[in-house]
C-alpha cells in the first residue's frame, strides 16, 4: 500500500496551517482513508484537536514530531506512522530550519501553502 504525503506549510505562522490539516484530514478519514497527522509544530495544535474528537469519529492517528524539529528527518520519524498509512498530512512549524525544509519537500507530494489575505502575508509569504 503507498502513501501519499501532503505537505502544509508556510515559514509565518498564524496562517492557517492546522486548520487546513484537521480539515483535509477529516475529509480523508470520512472517506475511509487511513489517515495520519504528522506535527512538527511546537504547539501541537493539530494533536490537541485530535485529542478532542468524538470518540466515535474515525480514527486519525497523530504523530508528534515536534521535539524532533532539526535533529531527525522525516524518514526516521515515520517510525511513528502506521505502515497502513494511506495519507499522511504534515503540519509544518512556521520557520521550519533549511535541512527540515528540504527533507520534508524530497518526500512530500502535494504542498499547500495557506496565505492570509493581507499584504504583509503575501509578501512574507513571496
Known sequence: MSMNTTL????KGGV???TITTNLASYFASRNVTTTIADFDP???SLNW????PADATKIHGADLATRIGTTSLQVARRQIPRETQQLIIDAPAGPSRL???DLLARTQA???PVA???IDIHATA
Do not use: C, D, E
Not at 502544509?8 to 515559514?11: D, F, P
Not at 485530535?50 to 474528537?53: A, P
Open 8 to 11: 502544509v506549510m508556510n515559514a
Open 16 to 18: 492557517g496551517k492546522t
Open 43 to 45: 504547539q501541537g495544535s
Open 50 to 53: 485530535l485529542k478532542q474528537r
Open 100 to 102: 527540515l525544509l528540504q
Open 111 to 113: 504542498i499547500l501553502i
Open 117 to 119: 489575505p493581507s499584504a
